[in-house]
């Protein structure tokens, strides 16, 4: 069962991966507007499918990724059952903040577009930073119990070799994939102005489903 929910969340993080680039592909003329930069010039020109095929796609990869975390858990469980049911606890928390904040973002550019219609550019502003600001405390809260507490965990078992994985998979985890996604973009914008930062910490979540696989073969 076990190596089963792992390709779940295997699966599930690529899904999210593509649910992510589906929101944040904006092209590379998109400019960061607004008093507080969180608007893009290119919302405009992007069609609200991509937004609400986002949010559908991430319905069901953000219970996926889950799965494959969970699965962990449960394999950690066998020699270290608070570790094990930490992790699983860490991810009912965390997917609830994933599938909040991903559905938010995605809200907000369908606010802005309807908003525009009157070539309102002041009401937008206030209105999406007016939202940003009820929402910040849980936004970053749950966006880094999300990041940080499974792969504190899963890191803690690789390392105190309660996961049957090489060490250096430590480095298959969220945390690393968007520290590289930003390193990317700052290296060679032209380049990786988007993918895949937009999407990296996605790709770090599936990583935990492979590590459960390689874990159980």
Known sequence: MNIILSSIGLAGGI???IAD???DIKGKDNKKCGSKKILDSNWEKMPNWRFVSSIIIAMFAVPMYSMGIISLGNQINIHNETLG???????F????GGFFIHSFICVIPIIYKEIMK???FELADRTISQAFNAVKVPFAALYLILMLAPTGIVCYAIIMNLLNVPIWFIFLNPVVFQ?????LRAIKKEWFSEVPSICAASLGLAMFGLIGIINLI
């Open 15 to 17: 899904l999210c991966a």
């Open 118 to 120: 009157n070539n309102d």
């Open 93 to 96: 928390i965390g997917a609830i």
């Open 21 to 23: 680039m589906l929101l």
């Open 179 to 183: 520290i590289i996604g930003w390193i």
């Open 85 to 91: 049911y930490a992790l699983k606890l860490s991810i």
